[in-house]
């Protein structure tokens, strides 16, 4: 078996299982058109991984690599375990991973918040706007907004019902005065059962339409959720609470937004 039969298989009987199956379905197509897929399973050995690793790291960013080895990884391990494919061990599990990329900090500074507002309004997408508010109310990822229906949200509890996030798990995202009225603005331009009517696609081309008008070509969508973790910290609220708000499910994932707070705290050791 070459490792691109056994990535054919994955792809038909593991991916479409996944919540991720889309994602997943380009990557490991792209990685089935690539040399290393040509070898055969049984001479596959660790050298050839870590060759690979390096080739790539010429090309692409150290996360696409990381995961690209994860897929690989998979793939074997299911291969061992379930499809009678003889390896005494899995080549992909003994090299070195590249070190991962240090997660950004990148914060609201200033009046980027106003500016970011401004330039949504000037935009022809009125729920640009209202879209940039939930965000950094809730820290709700992009995708979660995007997924979110009228359904979903209880005004009078005040609470935004999640069924499935990206850790697998529902939560509930309670919702601040700010965040209603964001949702009062969404509410008055209602097309369909959508709360955002829009697509991952058009969020992303009018958000860079959007931060070049606001002249905030450095900022991510994304760190809009890192403002919103920053600023409930910075409320009061613990690491748990940030966590069951954030959906963060492991907490050292909220590890690298304390720092952030340090100029708060110190003040409180007097």
């Keep these: 078996m070459t490792v691109r039969e056994l990535l054919e298989r994955y792809l038909t009987e593991i991916t479409p299982h996944k919540r991720s199956a889309s994602t997943e379905s380009y990557r490991v197509k792209a990685l089935m058109g690539r040399d290393i897929a040509h070898r055969t399973l049984a001479l596959l050995s660790s050298a050839d991984i870590a060759a690979y690793r390096d080739e790539r790291l010429k090309s692409v960013s150290t996360a696409s690599v990381i995961r690209e080895l994860n897929t690989i990884a998979h793939a074997i391990d299911i291969g061992r375990k379930e ?106 331009q209602q097309m369909d059962e959508r709360v955002v009517p829009s697509t991952k696609s058009g969020v992303q081309q009018a958000w860079g339409h959007l931060r070049t008008r606001a002249g905030l070509t450095d900022l991510r969508f994304h760190d809009l959720r890192h403002e919103a973790v920053s600023r409930l910290l910075e409320r009061g609220l613990n690491v748990i609470e940030t966590a069951t708000i954030s959906g963060h499910k492991e907490l050292r994932m909220l590890q690298r937004y304390s720092h952030l707070r340090a100029v708060d705290l110190v003040e409180r050791l007097g």
Excluded: C
């Design 83 to 188: 499809w009678g494919v003889h390896l005494v061990q899995n080549p992909v599990r003994m090299i070195r991973r590249p070190v991962p990329p240090r997660g950004r900090n990148r914060r609201l500074n200033g009046d980027d918040e106003q500016q970011l507002l401004e330039a949504a309004d000037a935009g022809r997408n009125t729920y640009m706007r209202p879209l940039i508010m939930l965000a950094i109310e809730t820290a709700m990822r992009q995708g979660e907004m995007l997924s979110l229906t009228w359904d979903d949200v209880d005004l009078d509890k005040r609470i935004a019902h999640l069924d499935m996030t990206k850790n697998g798990e529902s939560r509930d995202v309670p919702l601040s005065t700010r965040a209603l009225d964001a949702l009062a603005l969404l509410k008055q």
